[in-house]
């Protein structure tokens, strides 16, 4: 009697950044092997370094993609499309791709990885709910106001624990190939909102303060934030929230057959940790 062949590995790209963090423990959680995708992994992977590339395609099955700093820069959709083309050649059998909602530069990257022939599922994402407690929001709640470009425009605020629930699926689960998944919560907040929700989590005031994208480059580049950076920043918030992506979809449902998370749980189970603890009084 022949034995069973050993499942092949999972490779999560971005494995140490706020969804990849997530779709490793819940593989492992489900006892499937996983290899880290990042720089400081035992087999390294750079995005910039096509080198690296092929010895972590080695004898994986599935790959969950991000690419930093976004999919929607320059170039971004040429580099995932010659990875996605590297795995099919290596025998890499599905794909989930992480990509994000409105943005023309993100859906080029998603033709460029669907183009391979290989099972794709597109995960296309709204503004994570991470964002004010492990990313770059985090400053502006500890000191008590949020500053950004960014009006008054709605955003479906989507969690990364969804995201991530969504992407093992489509990772570890048939009828999930060739779908795509427009991921968001359930209801539209405006940033203002979210202060308030934080807020009231918090027990401590958390304001938004709207700045017009000059203001708001000038503040950030005086406060030291790389120049391309500041530049990426301010044109991922025009492209985004200008209120094209202001409505809610039903990719959660659809995926994993439940509701998505709302953000006031989000609030009030972040709070509990104390990582908004330092926040103004």
């Given amino acids: 009697m022949s034995q069973a062949q050993p499942t092949p590995p999972t490779l999560v790209l971005g494995a140490t950044g706020k969804t990849g963090r997530r779709v490793a423990e819940r593989l492992a959680a489900r006892r499937v092997p996983v290899r880290l995708g990042s720089r400081y992994a035992e087999t390294p992977f750079d995005w910039d370094q096509p080198n690296t590339w092929a010895p972590v395609l080695q004898d994986v099955g599935s790959v969950y993609v991000t690419y930093q700093p976004d999919l929607a820069i320059p170039g971004a959709a040429e580099t995932v499309g010659d990875f996605a083309a590297q795995a099919a050649d290596i025998g890499v059998n599905r794909l989930v791709l992480l990509s994000g909602r409105g943005e023309e530069g993100a859906q080029q990257g998603e033709k460029a990885v669907q183009s391979v022939g290989v099972d794709t599922t597109i995960v296309r994402s709204a503004f994570f709910f991470q964002n004010f407690s492990e990313s ?92 391309d950076t500041v530049d990426m920043l301010v044109e991922l918030f025009a492209e985004v929230l200008d209120g094209h992506n202001a409505y809610l979809t039903d990719g959660i449902q659809r995926a994993l057959g439940r509701p998505p998370r709302d953000f006031s749980l989000y609030a009030q189970d972040t709070a509990a940790t104390g990582v908004w603890s330092a926040s103004t009084t």
Avoid: K
């Avoid at 489509?170 to 405006?190: C, F, I, K, N, W």
């Fill in 136 to 227: 770059f929001l985090l400053d502006g709640v500890l000191s008590g106001a949020i500053v950004l470009p960014a009006g008054d425009v709605a955003e479906p605020f989507v969690d990364a624990d969804d995201i991530a629930d969504v992407a093992v699926a489509a990772l570890t689960e048939d009828g999930h190939a060739g779908q795509v998944y427009e991921v968001t919560g359930p209801r539209l907040l405006t940033f203002g909102d979210t202060a308030m929700e934080i807020s009231r989590a918090t027990g401590h005031e958390v304001t938004y303060v709207s700045l017009t994208p000059d203001e708001y480059a000038a503040a950030a580049l005086a406060e030291g934030v790389p120049e």
